[in-house]
């Protein structure tokens, strides 16, 4: 990713890939998005002024669920950065955190 901020507009119900999301924050400025990271058993929603940020090098799915619009801004890619991105977040708000169970969707 280059160091240029960028601004994605999504349709409800469509979906964005992040090839690296500790590449960048996600921050969503219009609607609401759904977020779940390759391998990752949390699931995150953003709504308008919330952002997203990982130090772990994993594949985003985004998921609009409505028209949202949202902004991938550039991170420093240092090792420093990755692990202090686990521990702090300088996002405005914190996302919701859905963990995903087997036992809730079973029923």
């Known amino acids: 990713m280059d160091d240029a901020?960028?601004?994605?507009?999504?349709?409800a119900r469509q979906l964005f890939t992040v090839p690296d999301a500790s590449s960048v924050r996600?921050?969503?400025?219009?609607g609401a998005l759904w977020l779940t990271l390759d391998h990752d058993p949390n699931d995150?929603?953003?709504?308008a002024g919330e952002c997203f940020e990982t130090?772990?090098?994993?594949r985003a799915l985004v998921y609009a669920f409505q028209a949202s619009?949202?902004?991938?801004?550039?991170?420093?890619?240092?090792?420093m950065r990755r692990r202090l991105a686990k521990n702090s977040s300088d996002c405005s708000r914190s996302p919701s955190v859905w963990a995903a169970t087997r036992a809730a969707s079973s029923g």
Do not use: D
């Open 26 to 30: 996600i921050l969503c400025t219009t």
């Open 69 to 79: 619009t949202f902004e991938l801004v550039p991170r420093p890619q240092s090792s």
């Open 5 to 11: 901020t960028t601004t994605h507009a999504l349709p």
């Open 44 to 47: 995150v929603v953003l709504e």
């Open 55 to 58: 130090g772990e090098p994993r």
